[in-house]
């Protein structure tokens, strides 16, 4: 069964950086969608990023685009997120997902995804 761990979060003063980790284990084959969501109080769950496990591609939404970076280093079998800029807005718990993946298509959705991490807390302070 996949296994996904997440960590790295933290407090950090709004401006800086910071970078998440998502640990990824029972990935069969290379051909799996990562994606990254966070989760503010109050908030529903929201698609933040995505990468292709097997080829590297990502995909960022306008919202985070130009702040956030994914990227996935398979030897560690992990996938990275990447924050800077931090704003007091980006304070959430941020998890990972994991679903097969058998087209380009780029899945934007929880509940499109089949396995999750338990996320990680990132605090930004103003």
């Known amino acids: 069964q996949v296994h996904l761990v997440e960590s790295g979060g933290g407090l950090v003063q709004a401006g800086g950086s910071l970078r998440v980790s998502c640990e990824a284990s029972?990935?069969?084959?290379?051909?799996?969608?990562v994606g990254w969501f966070r989760q503010a109080p109050g908030k529903e769950r929201e698609f933040v990023g995505a990468v292709s496990w097997g080829s590297g591609r990502t995909f960022l939404p306008d919202s985070v685009k130009g702040r956030f970076t994914i990227s996935r280093d398979m030897a560690e079998n992990t996938v990275y997120l990447e924050i800077n800029s931090l704003k007091p807005e980006d304070t959430a718990v941020y998890y990972c997902a994991a679903r097969r993946q058998s087209s380009s298509y780029v899945y934007t959705r929880a509940a499109e995804y089949d396995h999750w991490g338990q996320g990680t807390q990132v605090t930004v302070s103003s």
């Open positions: 029972g990935l069969t084959a290379s051909y799996y969608a």
